[in-house]
């Protein structure tokens, strides 16, 4: 019954109509693109950062030197009808690395009232990983805590994505989803250090899903009694399709995942026509907004009634 569900939804057409726009940066600033927003509730405002690049990716792929240049990201606030309000280019980046470093993929969440951010933390002839760092929006820094670490557990390498899970008093670190599914929790803030809480295998979706790594996109929101993120995989002509995931409120064990995707690339603007990369999922009221690079050059949003995000077909997933 899942197998023939999942033939019927490759073929199903798109179930949410999102109202997408671009973000009202300063595209002409940086010729190597402003993307991959994310965006966080934080002190009565939605904050978001967004990476700023001077060359594109084929320049940097080209020369590997332009990629440790003076690293740029804009911090800016949005209204309520979510445009920009205010957009400040002169961030700084404090207790970072004295060898030459570069940072991506940020990830806003909000920990007992602090701003905080996941990001890969790259440094000249090391790999180091996914690294967090603290958000002051009124003195405009990003200061680096640590590169994160998981108590007797082994980082493979450079790993993306990682997305952090905040209670009112506890912090856990979704480290992967699929295959195998690693929940940590914070063992020291200063250091931070997390210890691993369980690693499951998760079996294959149901939903046509290649039997690859699956990466995550977003940092968790609670609706109802029940966690939901993005996930997402990119499928052989490069597209990006971002699926739901419902997790247990509780265990924060991954339960269902969408028949089909819930958004996707393939009609991007910019230098990749397949890349929308989504980096936040937000609540707010009846709505449902979506942060995402669009095409490795310009940053935007996306929102859908919520009562259509969660009336998505799902099946169940199986450890």
Known sequence: ???????????????????????GLDYDRFPGGIFN???????????GIARCEPHDQAARNADKSLNFLPIQAVLFRLDDSLAVVEAHYDVRFENFPNLPWR???????????????????????????MAL????????????????????????????????????????????????????????????????????????????????????STVPQRIGEARYLLVHQKDDQMIYRDFLVRLNSETLAPEAISQTPVITGGDCEGFWRGYLTVYSLLVQGNRAVVSYGEGDRFAGIATAALEDLLLVPMLPLHR
């Open 1 to 23: 019954m899942l197998a023939s569900a999942a033939a019927n939804a490759d073929a199903a057409p798109p179930m949410i109509a999102y109202d997408r726009q671009r973000l």
């Open 133 to 216: 760092s603290r958000v002051d929006v009124a003195a405009r820094t990003i200061s680096l805590i640590r590169p994160i670490t998981i108590e007797g557990f082994e980082i493979q390498g450079i790993e993306k994505n990682w997305v952090m899970i905040p209670r009112a008093d506890s912090l856990y670190c979704l480290y992967s989803f699929y295959p195998e599914t690693t929940l940590a929790s914070l063992a020291d803030l200063e250091t931070a250090c997390f210890r691993l809480v369980n690693k499951t295998k998760l079996q294959p979706p149901a939903n046509g899903l290649a039997d690859k790594m699956i990466s995550l």
């Open 103 to 129: 940072t991506e993929d940020y990830r806003l969440f909000v920990f007992q009232n602090q701003l905080y951010c996941t990001h890969i933390l790259w440094v000249q002839g090391y790999n180091i990983g």
């Open 37 to 47: 927003p994310s965006l966080a509730q934080h002190a009565d405002a939605v904050w």
